[in-house]
Structures are given as C-alpha cells and as structure tokens.
C-alpha cells in the first residue's frame, strides 16, 4: 500500500511518500519512497519565533512544488492529465475557497499530471497552529476528491511516536520494533511536554504534562535572551557542547523545577524566568558566559525530564519507553535518556532517529500504518477539521 503522509502543523511543510509491506507479514515493514521537508524557520527567524498566518501563508504557497517534487523523487506512477470536469472544478473550489493561493497552484499542476498511484492520504489534523493545520487538511481533501483517495486525520503527537517506534534497517526501510506494554511515552517539542502511559496501541492516558511553557519553547526563548537565532533549541544545544568540550560551568545553578513534585507535571518558565534575571544581572554577556548558561540551562531541563521519566516508568512499570519530539534531536538530553533503561530492569528505549525527530511528514504516514496495522483505524470522515487543541485522549 502506499501512503502519502501531510504535515503542516507549524513552520515546516513536509510531505512523504512510504510503501508498506503486507501487514500480515511477521514483522512490518516500511520503504520510504521519497519525503520532503521544507523549513520556514529562515522567514520567522525575522519574527523571533512562528506567526500562525505567515506559516498559513508559506504552506499555501508552497504545498503543491513540494508535491510536485515528491512525485518526480519517488518516481511513483501517476497517469494521464485529464481536464477536470465542471462539477469536480466546482468541488474543489468549494473544499479550497479559503486557500485561493493553494487553489491555483493545483490547477496550473493539474495541466501536467494525472493521479498518482497512492491508495491512502495521511494529514495531520492536530494539535498545532490552526490556520497552518487548515491549509494541510484542505489540500488532503481537494487531493482526496480529486483522485478517490480516502483520508485518515493523524494526531501530530502520535506521528512523534510512530517516528520512534520504527527502526530504520537499512538505508530507506523501517521495520517495526517489537513494543511491549505497558510503555511510557515521553513527548517533547515546541508546543508539547507530556509523559504518557500507553497501555497498548492506541490506548493513551496523559499522566503529566506542563503546566507553562513546553520544553522546546523554553529553549526557543532562552535562545532569544541570549541573543540567539529561532529556532534555539539546535543553538542552545551548540554553545552547550562548546561550554562542555572546554569544562565550562556556571559558578551559580538555575532551579530544576517541580522535580521533587510527587505527580508528573512540569514547568518550565521558571527555568526561563532564571536566565532572564541571570542575564540581566550579569549585564555584558561574553561567548564563554553565554556557552556556561546555555549548558546549565540544558542540565536542568535535562534533570527534570530524566527524573519524572525515570519516576513514571518505576511507578506504573513500563516495559518501553518512547520518546518523541523536536527535543529529542538534543544530543545532551538524548544521553541522559539513554541511562534509563540501564537503570531500570526490563526497560526498553525507543527513540526517533535524529532526522526524524523535528516535525516531518514520514511519522505522519507511519502513524496511518499503524493505525491499520492495529485495525485501529480513525473513522475516515469527510467532514473533519483541524483541531488546534487536539489531544492524545480525545
Ligand atoms: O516537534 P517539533 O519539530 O515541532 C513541534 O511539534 O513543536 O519541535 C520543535 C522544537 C523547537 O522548540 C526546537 O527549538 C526544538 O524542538 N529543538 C531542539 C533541538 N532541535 C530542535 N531543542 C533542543 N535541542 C535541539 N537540538
Ligand atoms: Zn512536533
């Protein structure tokens, strides 16, 4: 089967192309047949950080060049041209009279290609930054209508776990890992920290979450203090290494917030809150000083993370830990992970591989697999919408 997966949910528009194997086969198997991710991070750069309506604006723009690479790079089959009739030109325009830009994009496409060989549309449907999730959704529907494809809405969050609980095999192919449950899956990004007890596939409860800023947006914004480029996490993680590589270390701690709390919450603006008033203390920031902060700063994230993980896979007894997420591309944290299942008897780790850890379209397609695998899946209607706020339990 082969799935086309759309992410739009913040400032990258990706799109990917995956082939699955037959799902009775032993282990499940998966070839990438091309995927894309393009980055609008250069554009919000400007901004400090990401404008909903700006990112809504570079998906319309963008959405259908991408398309048009992923066709041509993974040289899957498409067929004829043909003119669109009345009635279907009168039906995408209704699906896309709220993206005239997308709208036009496809039709000039249209000219020169016919339907490709895809048999399912995997989109996100949320969470994330609605306008920017629309744009997605409206282009699976135009696409779906158009070709006869059915759609299946993706949680982005579950995207971040299927990015993780596929293994990469060989160059291009993932296989399945063999989860255990109870698992505990630890989700950090831009918009997200949660640990989340999954008791089988699918089955979600949130045991914690934070009750301010998310992790990466912690970084993003201790970036920003120091004077640093969005997005800050790859930045801080920079500085924190040199500051490491050297012995660097701050004479003074920041706080770890929350990490003798006995539930399994987390807060981070504290954490910013400390380095902002550390900065503003110090007043004339040196490179060295910046490297110091920057790597304290990482510990305690570090700290926090480990110790309720740590807490939550005792307490209810995981067998895998999945941990997924743009955070997770941080070297530093990815470390102090790594000891977890060193500690803890029986405990297997499950992480997204580097590329795969920052939002893209392949986890999107993976998660779609997934639910078909574990005959799991989503209701495919037609009426769905993006859902900002859209949760792992709903
Ligand atoms: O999952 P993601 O790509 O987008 C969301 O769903 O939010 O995560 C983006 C977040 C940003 O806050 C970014 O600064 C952070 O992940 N991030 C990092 C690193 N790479 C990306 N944070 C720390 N260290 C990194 N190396
Ligand atoms: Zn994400």
């Not at 970036?223 to 640093?228: D, F, H, S, T």
């Not at 700063?297 to 307490?315: M, P």
């Not at 297997?348 to 392949?362: G, H």
């Not at 639910?371 to 709903?394: C, M």
Request: charged content about 25%.
């Amino acid at each position: 089967m082969i799935i086309l997966g759309i992410e739009t949910s913040c400032d990258e528009t990706a799109l990917a192309l995956i082939e699955t194997s037959d799902a009775k086969e032993h282990k499940p198997k998966v070839s990438t047949l091309h995927h894309v991710v393009l980055s609008q991070a250069k554009i919000h750069k400007e901004y400090g950080g990401v404008f909903p309506n700006v990112a809504k604006r570079e998906h319309a723009a963008n959405l259908v060049p991408v398309f048009k690479v992923l066709l041509e790079e993974s040289k899957i089959k498409t067929a004829k041209p043909v003119s669109l009739s009345k009635a279907m030109w009168e039906q995408l325009e209704t699906i896309l009279k709220r993206e005239p830009k997308l709208f036009e994009g496809l039709l000039d496409f249209l000219d020169t290609t016919g339907k490709p060989h895809i048999d399912l549309i995997a989109v996100t449907e949320g969470p994330g930054l609605e306008p920017a999730l629309w744009v997605g959704v409206n282009f699976a529907k135009a696409l779906s209508a158009l070709w006869e494809i059915p759609v299946m809405p993706i949680n982005h969050m579950e995207g971040h776990i299927a990015a993780a609980v596929f293994e990469e095999a060989e160059k291009n192919i993932r296989t399945l890992s063999p989860l255990a449950f109870p698992a505990l899956a630890l989700l950090i990004s831009g918009g997200h920290t949660e640990l989340v007890l999954v008791s089988d596939w699918h089955s979600y409860k949130i045991l914690g979450r934070t009750r301010d800023d998310a992790v990466g947006e912690a970084f993003d914004k201790v970036a920003r203090i120091l004077g640093l480029p969005y997005p800050g996490g790859p930045e801080i993680s920079k500085l924190a290494d040199k500051a490491r590589a050297r012995g660097g270390k701050l004479l003074a701690t920041l706080p770890r917030p929350m990490i003798k709390s006995d539930d399994f919450d987390f807060s981070f603006s504290g954490l910013k809150t400390a380095v902002l008033y550390m900065a503003k203390e110090i007043k004339v920031l040196t490179d060295e000083m910046k490297e110091n902060i920057a790597r304290e700063f990482e510990d305690a994230a570090a700290e926090v993370l480990v110790s309720k993980t740590r807490r939550a896979a005792i307490k209810f007894g995981a067998k895998s830990l999945i941990v997924g997420g743009g955070v997770i591309a941080n070297k530093h944290i990815r470390q102090e992970l790594e000891t977890l299942p060193k500690e803890i008897e029986g405990l297997t780790l499950y992480k997204s591989s580097m590329d795969l850890s920052t939002d893209n379209a392949l986890m999107i397609a993976l998660a779609a697999y997934l639910r078909l695998l574990f005959k799991n899946d989503k209701a495919f209607d037609k009426n769905f919408g993006a859902r900002g706020n859209l949760s792992l339990e709903s």
